[in-house]
């Protein structure tokens, strides 16, 4: 049971949270680029909240369903096809055994998530099964996902109650400000305070230059007070490198380890997943906030999930009004009885 792949798209990789506790030696942590989406598709199928998923990138792939299954989309709205019809996304969907999954190019935003209530049958690699393409390791044999490819599953979950109240809204990308919020530093005193200004105040567009290593951006140039170099250090997931050439670089997912740029921001957590969702010559600002801001907001998007959860866990309303009709169809029939009607 699992799916084959008829077609592995523009790059369809298998992703978790990634692959913590290695940056010592030299691997990046890897995972999700979009973390929201990525939780929001377990959480339709109540899976772990870091089984492993796939991510789609661009251009979608095309799958085969070797098994019955129940599957979830998040993310950019790649025009999803179950049998060419179209498929909803943000909704727990039953797939039978030979049903084709089709995705298309993004309409909306650039990446988008297919977790399965099954489970991917893929090896886990020092802790994770996500897929390091850098290292070629994890997820399916290191690499993304091409045509012919047979993923299975490590269980068979065929049930979810409260099936028909697994829907979420969808997010909508285009309506997004492109204000990303982000602490300053570790390094931004190594910038000018006309430098600063330019980096909060200034309008930066995406570049072609974005993939899952990071995010180049073209704007005015950041001016340091002298220099942009530093001795190499530990880089968190958005960090922002300004090189000697002055244009900002988000660092993500498969960032590398350690780098020897100044950075001179970091974006916050909650804001990647809106990030990782721009498209090329989309339009991005900063804005800084305090870190105890950045936690309350951390915090806020916990409790919002957990409310998600318990909304995917309340009898829809449908089926509520079945079960009131059906009980004053009884009590209509209990009284007729009553009148000796029959």
Known sequence: MGFRVIKGGMLTTI?????????????????????????????????????????????????????????AITGGDFSPKLNDEPCPMYTAVYVKKGDVLAFGSART???????????????????????????????FKGRRLEAGDYVGERIKRRYLPFFLSRKLKAPDYDSDDGVLRVVMGPQDG???????????????TVTGDFDRMGCRLDGPIIAPKKTSDIISDGIALGAIQVPS??????????????????????????????????????KIRFKAVTVQEAQALFLQEISELEHMRKEIHTPCREV??????????ERLYADAESEQYF
Do not use: W
């Not at 509520?320 to 169809?329: F, G, K, S």
């Open 245 to 282: 050439a002055g244009k900002p670089i988000i660092l993500l997912s498969d960032r590398q380890t350690t780098g020897g740029y100044a950075k001179i921001a970091t974006v916050i957590s909650v804001d990647i997943p809106r990030l990782v969702q721009k498209k090329t010559d989309q």
């Open 109 to 139: 935003g650039t990446r988008c998530y297919v977790a399965f209530s099954g489970y991917l049958a893929v090896p886990v690699v020092m802790g994770s099964r996500c897929t390091s393409l850098k290292s070629g390791i994890g997820g």
């Open 320 to 329: 509520l009004d079945c079960r009131l009709v059906a009980r004053r169809l």
């Open 15 to 71: 992703q978790d949270f990634g692959r913590s506790g290695y940056q010592s030696q030299g691997f990046s942590v890897g995972g999700a680029m979009d973390v929201r989406s990525f939780k929001l598709a377990n959480l339709l199928l109540d899976n772990p909240e870091n089984e492993a998923a796939l991510e789609i990138t661009l251009i979608g792939p095309v799958l085969e369903f070797t098994a019955d299954t129940i599957i």
């Open 190 to 204: 190594a910038f000018s305070r006309q430098g600063i200004e330019t980096f909060l105040n200034s309008e930066y």
